[in-house]
Nanobody, 115 residues
Framework: QVELVESGGGVVQAGGSMRLSCTASGGVSNIEVMGWYRQTPGNQREFVAGLTNGGPIAYPDSVKGRFTISGDVQNTVYLQMNSLKPEDTAVYYC??????????WGRGAQVTVSS
């Protein structure tokens, strides 16, 4: 059973940077994609970044050029967030995809960008 643990998060001023980490454990050899989503109250989770063994998945326009995902999908992935904006404020969730299984989620990390 794969488990995901996020670290990082907190409060940062607009224009600043922050890095999130997500470490996977248990059955990690079956992970095909690891990524990040974010969610604000009353809204659905929004895809932010994803990483496969072949490299990153295309970033959405909302974060393109500012966010970068890196790491190893069978170990730890990182989300480097630069030029943060108040609208980036959200709970950020790590996600892992294994063929034939439901998506796996971490508990989430709060990121607050103050203006």
């Amino acid at each position: 059973q794969v488990e995901l643990v996020e670290s990082g998060g907190g409060v940062v001023q607009a224009g600043g940077s922050m890095r999130l980490s997500c470490t996977a454990s248990g059955g990690v050899s079956n992970i095909e994609v690891m990524g990040w989503y974010r969610q604000t109250p009353g809204n659905q989770r929004e895809f932010v970044a994803g990483l496969t063994n072949g490299g990153p998945i295309a970033y959405p326009d909302s974060v393109k050029g500012r966010f970068t995902i890196s790491g190893d999908v069978q170990n730890t992935v990182y989300l480097q967030m630069n030029s943060l904006k108040p609208e980036d404020t959200a709970v950020y969730y790590c996600n892992a995809l294994i063929r034939g299984q439901a998506p796996i989620w971490g508990r989430g990390a709060q990121v607050t960008v103050s203006s």
